[in-house]
């Protein structure tokens, strides 16, 4: 793995010249916080031309609004996604079938710089993965992306990549970090291209300058959809800064923070695509809506269903990492050619998955289902361990996984199954209840020796947040008005993960914050 928790004291300050600290004086004419004008009556497009950017990609011809003249400065701002774990369905979803994903408390932070209006560069600021790199706003291939034949807009269902647009940000991509060893190299480049396929595509040549610099809580290709949360973070932030969102604010009615929340949903699918090659979109959709969800995609053109399960269950789970990293894409394409080369016994498998997990959404969802009951959890664990065993026949288990289960059978601690794309990662155990503690601390010690690491994480949080203008209110080192501004150098300098929950966490280890809000979709 990849994790360069503290950047170079050289480096840093390179990362913090790069960007200035946005002013705060226009904020209040924005969109968020309930004062600003809809998003949705306000889509003026990138060319001028004004469309209705409601959702389900039919749009109503407008008249023509005036251009804006010049682009106000805007507030340093962040935003946050959720990690997630696929608790049913993992692999089957990417062939249509259902699966059952929950969000996490582990988090990435996106902050987000505007730069003085002479300076024309975009950067992204990546320390988790060693990634630094600018690029001129004016030298970027907009013709291409904005040519009528191509263009698309914030309200657009776009479900896959064009190979035209793709090959025209190949120049660019192929430039960064050619010093780098090749696998490094290639996290980069994914990086850089998912991310200028998504600024070109919804960005315009008179777009700010700005820095964007990402802190994840997450490990990397652990299964625990690190990436999903980039896509989600860049997906709302660039929204946000086109004044394509509204909210979110307290008041917000469900239906039109829905809105907002399928918007952000609709590019962080883009951006996955990109670094996945072929995704299901399970992942984004968790993290962009939190709580947990029934996910599944039939059709590649069409939206996915989407069931919100708000009342997902608190299982007593144990989330442990092998420390090995994998790559999904390589996971997903393993079971594409198993299933090329198998396609009736592979799709026997991938529907016996669909089974099981809508066995477990009728177990869950039943109204005698108590998580203090060991019978419930039995049924439950008895599911995971079938899809677990149906996830070893498509390949994608790894010994570090197989190992995890056999310490937790041999104990009788619980029911394992791998999550997430497999191949290392992650698994996660649902607890048998009353087992000692005892056995729980041996395991736990056995586990340590091994070179594994447990994470504790709590199910069905919030999904993407905003805090706009990044200032903390009940944050550390408060100022004379009682918030805590997040500058750069605060958040490239905080200590590992805990430094990162501690400076801007969603919770931060003090009981829920002020500043941080959520669009807010239950109705
Ligand atoms: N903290 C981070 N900073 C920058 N990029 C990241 C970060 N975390 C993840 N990424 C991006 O996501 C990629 C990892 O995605 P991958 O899908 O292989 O793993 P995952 O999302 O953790 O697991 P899964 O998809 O199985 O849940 C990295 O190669 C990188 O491009
Ligand atoms: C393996 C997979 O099913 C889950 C990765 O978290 C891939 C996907 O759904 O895109």
């Not at 560069?121 to 988790?128: M, Q, R």
């Not at 929340?261 to 990109?274: G, K, L, Q, S, T």
């Not at 299901?280 to 809506?289: E, P, Y």
């Amino acid at each position: 793995m990849y994790r360069v928790h503290n950047a170079t004291k050289n480096a840093m300050t390179q990362l913090i010249s790069n960007g200035v600290n946005g002013h705060h004086d226009d904020y209040d004419r924005l969109t968020l916080n309930g004062h600003g004008t809809n998003g949705l009556s306000n889509g003026t497009t990138t060319n001028g031309t004004a469309t209705n950017g409601e959702t389900n990609g039919k749009t109503t011809p407008r008249k023509r609004l005036d251009r804006k003249k010049s682009s106000p400065m805007m507030p340093a701002f962040m935003v946050s996604a959720p990690g997630k774990v696929i608790v049913f369905g993992e692999h089957a979803v990417v062939h249509g079938k259902a699966a059952i994903a929950a969000a996490i408390s582990l988090r990435s932070y996106l902050l987000v710089t505007s730069l003085s209006k002479s300076k024309r560069t975009v950067t992204l600021t990546f320390p988790d993965i060693d990634f630094n790199h600018s690029w001129n706003i004016d030298e970027l291939p907009w013709a291409t992306f904005q040519h009528p034949s191509k263009k698309k807009y914030y309200y657009d269902l776009v479900t896959s990549l064009d190979p035209d647009l793709v090959a025209a940000i190949q120049p660019l991509v192929k430039d960064v970090s050619p010093d780098k060893p090749a696998d490094l190299r290639k996290v980069h480049q994914n990086s850089a291209g998912s991310f200028l396929y998504m600024f070109l595509s919804l960005g315009n040549q008179s777009f700010p300058g700005c820095q964007y610099t990402l802190r994840s809580t997450i490990p990397i290709g652990a299964g625990l959809g690190s990436s999903a949360t980039i896509a989600v973070c860049m997906s709302a932030a660039l929204l946000l800064q086109l004044r394509t969102l509204s909210g979110p604010h307290p008041d917000q009615p469900p239906e039109e923070a829905r809105v907002q929340i399928e918007r952000i949903n609709r590019w962080a699918f883009v951006y996955e695509m990109f670094i996945h090659g072929n995704p299901s979109g399970v992942d984004n959709t968790v993290s962009t809506q939190g709580k947990a969800v029934m996910f599944q995609r039939t059709d590649y053109t069409r939206p996915p269903a989407v069931k919100p399960l708000w009342d997902f269950p608190e299982l007593p789970l144990l989330l442990v990492d092998t420390k090995t990293a994998k790559s999904t894409a390589h996971e997903v394409e393993k079971v594409r050619k198993l299933k090329d080369a198998h396609p009736k016994l592979v799709g026997s498998i991938l529907d016996a998955v669909d089974k099981v997990t809508h066995s477990a959404s009728d177990v869950i969802e039943h109204d005698d289902f108590d998580t203090d009951c060991e019978e419930s959890l039995r049924r439950v664990g008895e599911l995971m361990n079938i899809n677990h065993g149906l996830l070893v026949s498509l390949g994608v288990s790894h010994p570090r996984l197989e190992r995890v289960r056999e310490l937790v059978d041999h104990e009788g601690i619980g029911w394992t199954k791998l999550t997430g794309a497999g191949g290392g990662g992650c698994s996660i155990t649902l607890l048998r209840p009353g087992v000692p503690r005892e056995k729980l601390d041996k395991l736990e010690r056995q586990l340590d020796e091994e070179g594994y690491e447990k994470f504790e994480t709590t199910l069905g949080g919030d999904g993407v947040g905003v805090l706009w203008p990044a200032v903390l209110k009940n944050g550390m080192d408060e100022d004379d008005e009682g918030g805590m501004e997040i500058d750069l150098e605060k958040f490239l300098n905080a200590e590992g993960n805990e430094g990162v929950e501690r400076l801007v966490g969603v919770h931060g280890g003090v009981g829920e914050r002020e500043g941080w809000k959520f669009w807010r979709v239950e109705s």
